[in-house]
């Protein structure tokens, strides 16, 4: 089986760990396991994983703080497994640098999925200047997009909340890093502006407005772009 | 005559038997009663208790006196005394009894020296007394010494024997209800014989005492009266026996007097005399005030409540009456209550009006009174002078500006009737000048009126009677029609301002009756302790400008120090707290203006429900209230008391009731539970069973992990609606609104339930102006979510289901419809219940999904509603206030 690279998992649930240490092993991952968040720290420092499997609910120490203290001088992907009604914690650790969440229970599928993704676009150093979904193409440089290879009429901010959600697919973005880098610092609770241009961006871009393929709604938390292929 | 057949008057039997019953829990008193100071009362006391303690009584001492007499000194020895409390004061300090030493100790007896003793300031009682009556109320007996001149009924005549102001004094009322009253007796000589020996008094003061107190006279006189007050007392003792054992006998019971009193230091000879008298001939005696018109000055006021007090203190019944005549009033009240003998001053010859009226006051009485008996005293002419020298000053209420105004007006119209004095004529200017004081006589008080009189009458004769400029006046005519002047204008003023005065006295009432209807009136309306508790500030901020503090009861019965309201300006310290559980506890008011622990800065009232005591309020009154606002007072604070009684018993009612709920709750999710986690748990254990053990085609594995699969999604279901139903019973659901596209919340659900809507056709319907709406979207979203995952379970294969989403200017509207059987009209009401479950209802629901569904709309302050469509099939209608942006607004403002 081909190697792709150590995952560290920092959960305090055996159970969580074992589903996860199988489940990973089988699809060619190597595993370490951390059980608290100390634990975890020294094994991110010592075992030089491609990607962390982050619990909030740790028995020693906030996984909101021990991300914090990740993300000082740890880069590659963290992924946030949580319980659900706790749209707060997972807001704040999106905010913080994390760069996806799943919540409990998850399906293994989902997670593989989303593991893979963040993998690979935190290896891809060179952006690409054009960006394919089917049959909606981004040209980044140009400032232009095609659907069905007819150019879209779209404001500037339209395609800059585009681009953004684009060069970022399959990631889950919140309302306030999006609303910060499209409109700005000053616009961060500005919700309905983004809200009624993510409706206008949709009546551009998808295939059925009301059923939604490409830019997709995360309950509570922000806007996910779909993964091209 | 009444009771011709000697039976006993049952109301007296009744009152005998109560009394009993109240003292068989209490601790019984016994009184050493002398005649004065030196029989050897503390002596005997000592003496029996030890003869007592012999027999193996729980005795100690509280306070002893001893006088340092060593007989005395030498009886105290081989007892346990209880420690005294010393409170500083500012010229030195002074020891006090422990009472709450005592009460905590719970002997059987303690001896309590000197009963009609003052206590220090401080201490929690003014008087000893009443600490004996708190010890005996805990159960303990107490022993206690007293001298006939204590007596507050007799403390007057002891006064004109000895010549001395005897100061304390006690109710009659405490020894009337001793349990046992011992006379400590020597003669006369034998007294004045120990005095001489020095057994009473260090040699020089035996000299000075001999001198003035005890002089041979005094000390008989003394002794007859304490022989006469315990031989009544024992004659009284046989009345009372004799009624209690219905032996026939000569009864005097059946007499009933009446004292009417009034505000004159003479009603408290009224009051002794009568009181005196009905101890001796074995009456029910009442006292009664009628108040008039009259408007009482400072000094009669503070009378009249000494006169109140002192018949309290007696143990009379006291009552107030209005009415404009008192003779009526008393005739009415005596006839009513059934009096046999009415009690009244002689009247005291006041002034012109008094007279005409008073004159015939005793006369009227008598005519009015028919078969009741009539007694009149004279009055006490010392007090009648002092009195004459008060009412004689008449009481102008009235301020400098009234007067100023008046002789303002009366200059300026004088002015106008002189211009016109040539037309008119000067008798003509005498009915302007009259009608004018007339007028303001309706304005303005007596003081006022009587200026504006002579005023006028001097100008019409100075400025307008021929020779003017001169009071010369010079016909006989001019000078009658001047007479007839004056008094008419003061007769007018004086009429007018005594209608005033009544009118006022009216509205007062008036008022009172309306605040008190108003109060009850919102007291009604009130629910919940802290409503009412509002309710009762608030009145009582508005009609005695007073701020409150109110305490209520908890579950255990006791006071809580949990302060349930209080106006910021009071804060109460631990001793004021310690003050009002003592309140709470005898069920009477203390603090300021009280008896009891006067030194404080509030008054505590106990709120008495008509069963028990609901609690403390305590106000701070910087001064004493009337006897008007007393009553008032006492009105208003017995409404509150009875609504916070309603309410706490309603609370009550309604704990048992939840209690009883929560607990059929409790069975209810237990069996609902149970079943619903079993099924998924069991088809998950027996597939991973079947999986593991053994070899299987790889298409029956797929269908196992399919069984596995479908079970733990149900399983998920569950305990998702679990947590949110117990986010909702902790009440710890508050929507964090958001500007959401509710095309996205629509998404969302069909999203999340592709599975389940397999079967079915999910039609979306929402306008295309449809603003965004402020909402906490995950919320609404599992609201959608369980209404149309309901409609899946619920509607035959094939059916199609309508989401509709609209709105109606503020209103957010969600409309669900599905063609499934709908509910049995009777169970509409009761969807939206816990653990409510269809009677048809397919497995795999836990009741909860629907109440989860309110819980959330409700947290939104919207409604939802459950019908029957027409043609068959359920309608949930969604109601949820939003605010609205409208879209294309907010597209404009930016591009």
Redesign the interface.
């Known amino acids: 089986m081909t190697n792709e690279g150590n995952i560290l998992i920092i959960d305090d649930e055996v159970q969580i760990r074992r589903l996860l240490g199988i489940t990973l092993s089988a699809n060619g991952y190597l595993i370490s396991e951390a059980a608290t968040g100390k634990e975890g720290l020294v094994l991110a420092a010592t075992t030089h994983p491609v990607l962390i499997i982050l619990d909030l609910g740790l028995p020693d120490a906030d996984g909101l703080d021990i991300l914090k203290k990740l993300r000082e001088w740890y880069f590659k992907p963290v992924i946030i497994l949580s319980v659900r009604n706790a749209e707060d914690d997972i807001i704040n650790a999106l905010d913080l640098g994390a760069n996806d969440y799943l919540t409990k229970p998850f399906r293994t599928g989902e997670l593989l999925a989303r593991i893979r993704l963040a993998i690979r676009q935190s290896q891809s150093g060179v952006d690409k200047p054009i960006l394919v979904f089917g049959s909606l193409s981004i040209d980044l440089p140009n400032h232009t997009a095609r659907k069905n290879n007819e150019i879209l009429k779209l404001t500037s901010t339209e395609f800059s909340l585009l681009a953004l959600l684009a060069k970022n697919e399959g990631r889950v973005l919140t309302h306030t890093q999006i609303l910060k880098e499209v409109w700005g610092y000053g616009y961060t609770e500005q919700t309905q502006y983004l809200r009624v241009f993510v409706a206008q961006l949709r009546k551009k871009i998808e295939d059925d407005p009301s059923r939604p393929k490409l830019l997709l709604t995360e309950s509570g938390i922000g806007y996910r772009f779909a993964e091209s292929s | 005559m009444e009771n011709t057949d000697n039976r006993p008057d049952p109301d007296e039997l009744l009152a005998s038997l109560r009394q009993e019953e109240e003292k068989s829990k209490r601790g019984k008193l016994k009184i050493f009663f002398g005649m004065c100071a030196g029989v050897g009362k503390t002596y005997t006391m000592l003496k029996t208790a030890r003869s007592e303690k012999i027999k193996g009584s729980d005795i100690l001492i509280g306070v002893i006196e001893t006088h340092k007499r060593p007989e005395t000194e030498e009886m105290v020895e081989g007892f346990e005394i209880v420690p005294r409390i010393t409170y500083e004061y500012k010229t030195g300090h002074v020891q006090e009894m422990d009472l709450d030493a005592i009460i905590a100790r719970k002997p059987h007896t303690v001896l309590v020296d000197e009963l009609a003793h003052t206590n220090a300031p401080g201490s929690r009682h003014t008087k000893r007394y009443q600490d004996v009556l708190e010890i005996l109320e805990n159960g303990i007996n107490v022993y206690t010494t007293l001298n006939v001149q204590h007596l507050e009924s007799r403390s007057e005549t002891v006064a004109q024997i000895t010549g001395i102001v005897v100061r304390e004094t006690l109710p009659d009322e405490i020894f009337e209800n001793a349990d046992e009253v011992e006379l400590v007796d020597l003669t006369t000589i034998e007294l004045l014989q120990r005095l001489s020996e020095g057994k009473v008094y260090s040699p020089e003061r035996s000299r000075e005492a001999i001198e003035n107190f005890f002089r041979e006279g005094n000390i008989t006189a003394l002794r007859e009266m304490a022989l006469r007050i315990v031989a009544d007392r024992v004659d009284k003792q046989l009345h009372d026996y004799m009624q209690q054992k219905r032996i026939r006998g000569p009864w005097k019971s059946g007499l009933h007097l009446l004292v009417a009193i009034d505000y004159s230091p003479n009603s408290t000879r009224l009051l002794r005399w009568a009181k005196n008298l009905s101890y001796s001939m074995g009456a029910v005696i009442q006292a009664l005030y009628v108040e008039t018109l009259h408007k009482l000055t400072p000094r009669e006021r503070e009378q009249l409540d000494k006169n109140i007090k002192l018949a309290r203190q007696l143990g009379i019944k006291f009552r107030i009456i209005t009415n404009i005549d008192v003779v009526k009033a008393i005739v009415e009240f005596a006839q009513k209550e059934n009096v046999t003998h009415i009690i009244v001053g002689k009247p005291r010859v006041r002034n012109l009006q008094s007279m005409l009226q008073l004159g015939n006051f005793v006369n009227r009485l008598i005519r009015y009174s028919g078969n009741i008996d009539v007694y009149i005293l004279g009055a006490d002419s010392k007090a009648k002078d002092k009195y004459r020298k008060k009412v004689s000053v008449p009481s102008f209420t009235s301020n400098i500006r009234q007067y100023l105004i008046v002789s303002l007006i009366i200059a300026l119209s004088t002015i106008g009737f002189y211009v016109i004095k040539d037309i008119a004529g000067y008798q003509v200017i005498s009915f302007g000048l009259l009608f004018l004081v007339s007028i303001l006589a309706i304005f303005y008080g007596t003081g006022p009126i009587l200026l504006a009189a002579t005023l006028s009458a001097l100008i019409w004769d100075f400025l307008f009677i021929p020779p003017q400029f001169t009071l010369h006046i010079e016909q006989p005519e001019d000078m009658l029609m001047l007479v007839m002047f004056f008094i008419i204008a003061l007769l007018n003023g004086i009429l007018t301002s005594r209608v005033r005065r009544q009118e006022k006295k009216i509205r007062v009432r008036e008022e009172r009756t309306h605040a008190l209807y108003q109060l009850t009136r919102d007291l009604s309306a009130a629910s919940g302790i802290l409503e009412v508790s509002k309710i009762a500030d608030r009145y009582i901020k508005k009609y005695f400008n007073l701020d409150c503090a109110i305490l209520l009861k908890n579950d255990s019965n006791l006071l809580d120090n949990q302060i349930v309201h209080s106006d910021p300006k009071i804060i109460l310290t631990e001793n004021e707290l310690s003050i009002a559980a003592w309140v709470f506890k005898h069920s009477s008011k203390a603090g300021k203006h009280t008896d009891t622990l006067p030194s404080t800065g509030y008054t505590f009232y106990p709120l008495t429900g008509s069963n028990e005591n609901m609690g403390v309020i305590a106000v701070e009154h910087n001064r004493l209230l009337t006897q008007g606002e007393e009553q008032f007072w006492e009105a208003f604070i017995s409404q509150i008391s009875g609504k916070f009684e309603r309410e706490y018993l309603r609370n009550v009612s309604k704990k048992a009731y939840l209690l009883n709920e929560s607990d059929k709750l409790y069975k209810t999710l237990f069996n609902s539970i149970s079943h619903e986690l079993r099924i998924p748990v069991s088809t998950i254990m027996g597939a991973s069973d079947t999986l593991l053990s053994h070899q299987y085609p790889e298409e029956t594995k797929l269908k196992l992990y399919g069984e596995i699969n479908t079970a733990?999604v149900r399983l998920?279901r569950l305990i998702?609606n679990l947590?949110n139903m117990s986010?909702l019973e902790s009440g710890r659901i508050t929507p964090r609104p958001?500007?959401?596209?509710v095309?996205?919340l629509?998404?969302?659900v069909?999203d999340n339930l592709k599975q389940e809507l397999q079967l079915f056709r999910l039609s979306?319907i929402i306008p295309s102006t449809m603003p965004?709406v402020f909402i906490?979207?995950?919320l609404i979203?599992q609201v959608i979510h369980n209404l149309v995952l309901n409609a899946t379970q619920h509607s035959p294969a094939g059916s199609r289901i309508r989401l509709k989403i609209f709105h109606d200017s503020d209103l957010l509207i969600i409309q669900v419809m599905d063609r499934g059987p709908g509910f049995p009209e009777s169970e509409l009401m009761s969807v939206f219940n816990k653990f409510y479950r269809g009677k048809d209802a397919i497995a795999g629901g836990t009741g909860l999904g629907l109440s989860i569904v309110k819980g959330f709309v409700e947290a939104h302050h919207g409604t939802v509603v459950a019908e029957n469509r027409q043609n068959g099939g359920a309608l949930f209608t969604i109601k949820i206030p939003v605010k609205t942006?409208p879209?294309d607004q907010?597209?404009k403002t930016?591009?």
């Not at chain 2, 958001?738 to 596209?741: H, L, S, V």
């Open positions: 733990s998920n998702e947590l986010r958001d500007w959401c596209d095309q996205d629509a998404n969302k069909s979306v965004l906490d979207f995950g979203e942006a879209l907010l597209t930016e591009d």
